[in-house]
């Protein structure tokens, strides 16, 4: 089975602090996501990679910014949290043809204050 | 642009069958999937069509209509247990997938 882990399922973040949400998964996936949903809304991807050092913008990148050094982790990093990047982020992974669709992680409800 | 749209909420009685209907428009098209997300929980994968026609799985189907861009998932003999919200979304071009905002089913005994 596919396992996606997060860094932490629960947040509480004070304004202008930096954040990092990290992102592991064990099934050699070339592709990672990380996105917020937030309720009414669909997943909105903030950014996506398909490789090691790669990095691709999604539809929300404002305000974040994510690395990829290894293969099997990719952190998101929020670099000066403001109270509306309060939101459930889930990281999920992918890889082949993708027909199996992503593999989500369990989410990391962040609370900024 | 593109789009997806699904009912936002939708109410069913154990034993029944239910129907979630959903629409895309997605530049270019390369597949469409379902999702089951519990309150609070991560989304996990439930179906996916790339072709036109019916695809079942136990109690679940899920139909695509690539020519009306329209898919629907099935379920079948509701449990309590599919409580939940069902996600769609649409693989575009670019292998991207563009997601509905879910449909909460409600299921009551």
């Known amino acids: 089975d596919v396992k996606v882990t997060q860094s932490s399922r629960y947040l509480v973040k004070r304004t202008g602090e930096k954040v990092f949400l990290e992102c592991v998964q064990d099934?050699?996936?070339?592709?990672m996501f990380w996105y917020r949903q937030d309720p009414g809304l669909g997943l909105r991807l903030i950014y996506f990679?398909?490789?090691?050092?790669?990095?691709e913008k999604g539809d929300i990148p404002e305000g974040y910014s994510v690395s990829r050094e290894k293969k099997e982790r990719f952190s998101l990093i929020l670099e000066s949290a403001s109270t509306n990047q309060t939101s459930m982020y889930l990281c999920?992974?992918?890889?082949?043809?993708?027909?199996?669709?992503?593999?989500f992680g369990p989410g990391t409800r962040l609370l900024v204050l | 642009g593109q789009n997806i749209d699904q009912p936002t909420e939708m109410t069913a009685t154990e034993g029944a069958i239910v129907q979630i209907n959903c629409t895309y428009q997605?530049?270019?098209?390369?597949?469409l999937f379902w999702y089951q997300q519990h309150a609070g929980e991560a989304p996990t994968f439930l179906s996916y069509?790339?072709l036109d026609g019916l695809e079942e799985k136990g109690r679940f189907s899920s139909f695509l209509s690539r020519s009306k861009g329209y898919s629907y998932l099935l379920l079948k003999e509701l449990q309590m247990k599919d409580s939940a919200s069902y996600l769609c979304?649409?693989?575009?071009?670019?292998?991207?997938?563009?997601w509905g905002a879910g449909t909460k089913l409600i299921i009551k005994p």
């Open positions: 999920a992974s992918t890889g082949g043809t993708g027909m199996f669709g992503q593999y």
């Open positions: 099934m050699d996936h070339e592709n």
């Open positions: 990679s398909y490789d090691v050092k790669m990095k």
């Open positions: 997605t530049s270019g098209f390369n597949g």
């Open positions: 069509n790339v």
């Open positions: 979304a649409a693989r575009d071009s670019n292998y991207q997938l563009i």
